[in-house]
């Protein structure tokens, strides 16, 4: 399987409520990253959190790691309608050329 | 800001035809990528390049050859589209390999 899985697969929220996703991987990392996807379009990168870093914020988001438990959280506080999008994590591979990407969580906000 | 284009958005090829995918960066990156994405699927690595004429076959490299003349173009090339190629597929760079990728817009290619 995948070395970045996310879950839940589908969340559909209320603007203004707080939406969590949360990401596994499997082997030794040395940074997570989170992107974005609107519907049709490439991926944009929203954070990046090294492998000696517990918590990262970034505007609304928050991300954490726990690299004994080998999972991350993504969480976007405040959800707005144009936060609707498919939220990937990512691991590289050691070597750094190769980077695993999970199959998503679609992130729904209802106005 | 980095800017990844991709040829096409909409292309739309008939089974047996050669097709041509380029990809351009403006930010002088080293790495460059092509993935493809299809539901349930995520994003699956076709081919990646770390330098200029170097190339490395990624996990579903079958049916596709690539080509990066310079460095700020990645090439994918379908030799023989077949229907199940058909897919949206997605051009990145990177300046390092631990680094974040940059992805271009996507081109949704069907293939008849």
């Known amino acids: 399987s995948q070395q970045g899985e996310e879950d839940p697969q589908a969340l559909s929220i209320q603007e203004g409520e707080n939406a969590t996703m949360n990401c596994s991987y499997k082997t030794s990392i040395n940074n997570l990253q989170w992107y974005r996807q609107n519907s049709g379009r490439g991926l944009v990168h929203l954070i990046l959190i090294r492998s000696n870093e517990r918590e990262k914020h970034s505007g609304r988001l928050r991300v954490t790691l726990d690299t004994s438990k080998k999972s991350s959280s993504l969480l976007i506080t405040a959800s707005r309608a144009a936060d609707t999008a498919s939220y990937f994590c990512a691991t590289p591979y050691t070597g750094g050329f190769k980077t695993i990407f999970g199959a998503g969580t679609r992130l729904f906000v209802k106005a | 800001d980095v800017k990844v284009t991709q040829s096409s958005r909409y292309l739309v090829k008939r089974t047996g035809e050669k097709v041509f995918l380029e990809c351009v960066q403006d930010m002088d990156h080293e790495n460059m990528f092509w993935y493809r994405q299809d539901p349930g699927l995520g994003l699956r690595l076709i081919y990646f390049?770390?330098?200029?004429?170097?190339?490395e076959k990624g996990d579903i490299p079958e049916g596709y050859s690539v080509s990066r003349e310079k460095k700020e173009r990645f090439s994918l090339i379908l030799e023989s589209a077949s229907t199940n190629q058909t897919s949206m597929y997605l051009c990145a760079s990177s300046f390092e390999g631990y680094n974040e990728q940059f992805f271009g817009p996507g081109t949704r290619l069907t293939v008849l």
């Open positions: 390049s770390y330098d200029v004429k170097m190339k």
